[in-house]
């Protein structure tokens, strides 16, 4: 049983270019969260989403980001016109969205470097 | 929005050595999650919680969830160098489908 697939694992982007970040849920999971990690501190909270919807938005920067997570297909993390201070560690994470006691499994990440 | 002291940052110890890390919050969590990540790695799950007072084992680790809701604790015993990592604890209000709230992390090193 395949974990969560993130890819590509190292993404270098000029600014002002646009990152895609995919992330594959594990299989039979329908929920998909996004959290982004800055070196030398803790996993932040970015979106949640289940198929086709977005439910929780809360950490996400107002402009330039989005998330999506269609019928099929992986999750998508897009990130417009890049600037240096996006360069980080985004993890995506996914949990069957079957009752109260979730686990979330997360992927192996994607590194972002702006150049 | 809501932070989690987590403490130490870091520890140096000797192989065998037991070692302690905690997490407190100024907010009530209703779940209590421990993490651990290594480098290059995402996030894997050690021990979940989601009684407060519950004290719960796996293998040589033990976490607590604190009594008022608001910490949490993991002890690692009898350490042995593949224990090398970050320790995260994370926290959830709610439980069940809602984002986690993550500590800024614990870097322990082992010596053999």
């Known amino acids: 049983n395949a974990g969560v697939m993130q890819n590509p694992r190292h993404l270098v982007r000029r600014r002002g270019q646009e990152a895609r970040l995919r992330c594959s849920p594990m299989?039979?999971?329908?929920?998909v969260y996004w959290y982004r990690q800055l070196p030398e501190e803790g996993l932040k909270f970015m979106v949640y989403l289940q198929k086709e919807n977005i439910i929780d938005e809360s950490g996400m920067p107002k402009e330039r980001f989005s998330a999506e997570f269609p019928k099929e297909g992986p999750s998508i993390l897009r990130i417009q016109q890049v600037v240096r201070g996006d360069s980080a560690a985004y993890f995506c994470?996914?949990?069957?969205?079957?009752?109260?006691?979730?686990?979330?499994?997360f992927g192996p990440g994607t590194r972002l470097l702006v150049l | 929005g809501q932070q989690l002291n987590q403490s130490p940052q870091s520890m140096f110890i000797q192989e065998g050595e037991d070692v302690s890390m905690n997490c407190t919050s100024s907010s009530i969590f209703n779940t209590w999650l421990w993490y651990k990540q290594d480098p290059g790695e995402g996030p894997v799950l050690l021990i979940a919680l989601y009684k407060a007072g519950e004290l719960t084992s796996n293998g040589r680790l033990t976490a607590q969830f604190g009594i008022t809701r608001k910490d949490s604790f993991l002890n690692i015993s009898a350490s042995i160098p593949s224990d090398v990592g970050i320790y995260f604890c994370a926290g959830q209000t709610q439980g069940g489908s809602e984002k986690l709230v993550f500590g800024k992390g614990m870097k322990l090193t082992v010596n053999p």
């Open positions: 994470a996914s949990s069957p969205g079957q009752g109260r006691r979730e686990t979330q499994y």
């Open positions: 299989k039979g999971h329908s929920h």
